[in-house]
Nanobody, 115 residues
């Protein structure tokens, strides 16, 4: 069983920055993909960014150049550095860990970008 615990969400003004963290615990297969997805009210959940266990990254088009995903394999933790935040980035951000045959989700953390 795998648990994902997110932290770092909150309220920030447009143009500001936030850093999200997600720590995974439990039986974690070494080859995996960790990532972040988000869901705004009335919208479908969408990809923000993913990173493989060997460091390959992928970003959603709306965050390219503003967000950076990274991970610490020794700590089983993934980070999302969010810069130049916009009101349209407001959403619940969910951490995800994917291994062959399994898909795990965190409980979500709210990010609100507003003046």
């Amino acid at each position: 069983q795998v648990q994902l615990v997110e932290s770092g969400g909150g309220l920030v003004q447009p143009g500001g920055s936030l850093r999200l963290s997600c720590a995974a615990s439990g039986s974690i297969f070494s080859i995996n993909v960790m990532g972040w997805y988000r869901q705004a009210p009335g919208k479908q959940r969408e990809l923000v960014a993913t990173i493989t266990s060997n460091g390959r990254t992928m970003y959603g088009d709306s965050v390219k150049g503003r967000f950076t995903i990274s991970r610490d394999n020794a700590k089983n933790t993934v980070y999302l550095q969010m810069n130049s935040l916009k009101p349209e980035d407001t959403a619940v951000y969910y951490c995800n860990l994917r291994t062959p045959g399994y898909d795990y989700w965190g409980q979500g953390t709210q990010v609100t970008v507003s003046s």
